[in-house]
C-alpha cells in the first residue's frame, strides 16, 4: 500500500509518500501547494493519513478554519476518485506525541529525533538518517513540515498495528 502522509496548511502542505509496510519514504514535498496536492492524490497513493486540528479550548483564527477546509477537500477528493470513502485516516497531534514518543509533552524536536532513529544511518554527514546530496540517507529531501507528515505516516502505521 502506497500511503500519502499529509500536514495540512492554508496555503501549502507537508507531504510524504511511503509504503507502509517497509516505511520506505518514497517522496516528500516540504511544502507543496495546495492545489497542486488536490489535483495528484487520486494517483499518488492508496490511503491518506491527515494530521486533523482539534480543538483544546483555545480561540483559533481564520487561517485554523481554513487548514479545516482543505482537510476536508483532500477527503473528499480521494474520496470521489476512488469511489471509496473509507480509505483516509485523520491523525490528531496527541495521537503523534503519544505514539511516537509517549508522553503529551513532546515538542517537534522530541518528534524528530524519534523519527531519526527509526532509520538507519546509511547516508553522509552529521545526520546519517538524513545524508547529503552525495551521500543521501533513507531521509534524505525530508525537511521543514515535511517532518511533520513523515511523523503522521508513523502514527497511521503504529495505530493500525494495535487495531
Not at 480509505?87 to 503523534?96: A, F, I, Q
Not at 552525495?134 to 511523523?151: D, N
Request: a positive charge; charged letters at 20%; one cysteine or more.
Amino acid at each position: 500500500m502506497r500511503l500519502l502522509a499529509i500536514d495540512p496548511g492554508t496555503e501549502s502542505s507537508g507531504v510524504v509518500i511511503m509504503g507502509s509496510k517497509n516505511l520506505a519514504v518514497a517522496r516528500s514535498w516540504p511544502r507543496m501547494s495546495n492545489l497542486e496536492l488536490l489535483h495528484s492524490i487520486p494517483f499518488a497513493c492508496d490511503h491518506i493519513a491527515i494530521e486533523m486540528i482539534a480543538s483544546y479550548g483555545m480561540a483559533v483564527g481564520r487561517t485554523t478554519f481554513e487548514t479545516c477546509v482543505w482537510i476536508g477537500r483532500f477527503i473528499e477528493a480521494m474520496a470521489r476518485e476512488n469511489h471509496n470513502t473509507d480509505n483516509h485516516t485523520l491523525v490528531y497531534r496527541k495521537d503523534v506525541k503519544m505514539t511516537l514518543c509517549g508522553s503529551m509533552r513532546a515538542k517537534d524536536a522530541n518528534i524528530r529525533r524519534e523519527l531519526l532513529d527509526r532509520y538507519p544511518e546509511t547516508g553522509g554527514g552529521k545526520t546519517p538518517q538524513i545524508g547529503t546530496k552525495p551521500k543521501p540517507g533513507p531521509l534524505y529531501g525530508v525537511s521543514s513540515h515535511a517532518w511533520s507528515a513523515l511523523a503522521v505516516a508513523h502514527t497511521f502505521v503504529e495505530m493500525e498495528k494495535l487495531r
